[in-house]
């Protein structure tokens, strides 16, 4: 029997025989404990999404789901762990859009690839951003913030979580489209940038309805407006961006969760089927409401799609700011 014939007979007969055996794998997973990194500080808009999700699993799959929070260069070290932990399916991550549409742009040295290192399982859903301010800036307006930064040009202090996150490019879009200057300070999430925003040390911040809507209810914040382009299900009487005088302005956070590239594709589907089903539930699908979470849970062939279309739109937006990280 020729050479080749014999080779692909062997690989055929390999494939039947994973195939079964990982279909037995996925049915018995988990069989011990599963470590869910959120590449930021504990306190930001990750948690809101991860922490919850991680205790609906463990009680779903009895085993638990530990999350840890690695955060550092704008989520890159969080991804770094996770893109070279064991392909096993007890190593996860839940990231936001940056670490996989924005830091491949901004970083010249990544050690990581959203593609060639991940297994993508489910874009969770999307969020909008609201432009909050201390108020003591005498502004309620979006168009009164444009006006009051023209008039002190880089003198308005906005802070985010990291240079390149979600928080900070939402900035640099508004300041590009609008034509106004401030000052930007970088903190390593935006958990950590929260308290100085409410003491004032901070003016401005883009800032998630989850990490502080409490916040912005109780009057310690004043937000202005949504940063997406339809108005945000955790406050429909705010208006956005684009309706406040900066018309096209469409800005905003997604999450998503992905195993490390090699992850057995039925331990990949299993987790799919349980998140898709767990974010659907009343639950927890009222409490991302809650906090301003419009659900998707996507296939993991459409949050590639995602990724792709998200990485082309930001990478115009840095180049145009010329936004640059070593």
């Given at each position: ?183 930007h300070v970088p903190y390593k999430g935006g958990g950590p ?96 409401t809650a906090d301003g979470i419009d659900i998707i849970a ?29």
């Open positions: 029997m020729p050479t080749q014939l014999v080779l692909a007979f062997v690989c055929s007969a390999l494939l039947m025989l994973i195939g079964p055996a990982q279909q037995a794998r996925a049915q018995t997973y988990p069989e011990k404990p599963v470590r869910m990194v959120l590449p930021y500080p504990p306190g930001g808009g990750a948690d809101v999404v991860g922490r919850p999700l991680a205790q609906r699993l463990s009680e779903k799959l009895g085993r638990q789901f530990i999350v840890d929070n690695r955060g550092g260069a704008s989520g890159n070290i969080g991804m770094e762990i996770v893109a070279k932990s064991p392909p096993d399916g007890y190593t996860l991550v839940l990231c936001l859009g940056p670490q996989l549409s924005v830091n491949p742009t901004l970083y010249s040295k990544l050690t990581y690839d959203p593609f060639r290192d991940f297994a993508p399982i489910m874009l969770i859903g999307t969020a909008s951003y609201f432009l909050s301010v201390h108020p003591t800036l005498p502004v309620r307006t979006i168009k009164e913030f444009i006006a009051l930064a023209r008039t002190k040009p880089g003198q308005i202090v906005y802070g985010s979580s990291g240079n390149g996150s979600g928080l900070h490019l939402s900035m640099e879009l508004l300041k590009t489209m609008a034509n106004v200057d401030a000052l940038a929260l308290p100085d925003l409410l003491s004032g040390q901070l003016q401005a911040m883009f800032t998630s309805w989850g990490f502080a809507g409490s916040h912005i209810r109780a009057g310690r914040l004043r937000a202005l407006a949504a940063s997406t382009a339809k108005r945000s299900p955790a406050a429909p009487q705010m208006p956005t961006i684009a309706e406040s005088g900066v018309p096209g302005y469409d800005s905003g956070v997604w999450y998503a969760t992905l195993a490390p590239r090699g992850t057995p594709a039925a331990i990949v589907n299993r987790l799919h089927g349980e998140i898709s089903a767990l974010i659907k539930s009343t639950d927890l699908k009222e409490r991302y996507s296939t993991p062939d459409e949050l590639t799609a995602y990724i792709k279309t998200d990485t082309a739109r930001w990478a115009e937006v840095i180049k145009r700011a010329n936004i640059k990280v070593e």
